[in-house]
């Protein structure tokens, strides 16, 4: 199967145009059939031996959200510890989740030990089920950008908070807590890049070639 021009230019708006969001979100219900398409988008990554190491565990009740973000809020404070002064009264300044606010939460897991020990692509580095699951949170991604869902990434919040309030067993791993829902708008670059937090590195700087440290063509 070919895909068409028009079909490439929205694969690429979709990834260019994707935004990490906290501050954006409306309280709009997310349809079920679209919250099951996003879904089935993040079943469909690759993964290590054909793994599908992954689990989704989906967030609706208010009461739960607040138990996370109770435990965001502890952590984000243990977090603004760790900068030196400078940066940590920007960090401050930071909104760097949207867990109430978003209709919607996705918590995605690892069952490191499914289909047993031995999978194909994962012998020699145990930590390709962990990518994989990654590979499915990107997928969710890009599918609920597709959707115009805006999907936030949670990660200031230790695992024993969420396995507590999601019921999550013990050799369960955490890989993503993620905020879903529609928004007023995206921004066309990330935040933390508008705020000057950091720059975009340059892609000449990101591609090497041959080999480490030969960058230009
Ligand atoms: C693994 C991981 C973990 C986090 C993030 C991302 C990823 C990949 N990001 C979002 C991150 O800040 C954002 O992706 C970058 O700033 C780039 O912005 P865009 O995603 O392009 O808008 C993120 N953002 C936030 O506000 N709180 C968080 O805890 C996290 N955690």
Redesign the pocket.
């Known amino acids: 199967m070919q895909i068409t021009n028009d079909e490439r230019d929205a694969v690429y708006k979709t990834i260019f145009s994707?935004?990490?969001?906290?501050s954006e979100f409306k309280p709009d219900a997310i349809p079920d059939d679209v919250l099951t398409r996003i879904l089935t988008a993040a079943h469909h990554a690759p993964s290590v031996g054909f793994m599908q190491p992954w689990d989704f565990i989906v967030v609706k009740s208010q009461q739960t959200k607040a138990k996370i973000k109770a435990g965001?809020d502890l952590a984000h404070a243990e977090s603004a510890a760790m900068f030196n002064d400078e940066k940590m009264s920007k960090y401050t300044k930071?909104?760097?989740?949207g867990i109430l606010e978003s209709p919607i939460g996705i918590c995605v897991t690892c069952d490191r030990s499914r289909n047993g020990p031995v999978v194909i692509g994962r012998t020699i580095n145990p930590e390709m089920d962990l990518y994989s699951t990654?590979c499915a949170?990107q997928n969710l991604?890009l599918a609920a950008r597709a959707e115009n869902l805006g999907v936030?990434?949670?990660?200031?919040?230790h695992d024993d908070v969420l396995k507590d309030a999601l019921n999550i067993p013990d050799d369960i791993s955490i890989v993503?807590y993620l905020c879903i829902g529609y928004v007023s708008h995206f921004?066309d670059?990330?935040?933390?890049?508008k705020l000057g937090?950091?720059p975009r590195r340059n892609i000449d700087a990101a591609v090497h070639f041959e080999g480490w440290g030969k960058t230009a063509n």
Request: glycine letters at 4%; hydrophobic letters at 55%.
């Open positions: 994707r935004r990490d969001v906290r965001f930071l909104k760097l989740e990654v949170v991604w936030g990434w949670v990660s200031i919040v993503a921004n670059k990330p935040e933390l890049e937090w950091l």
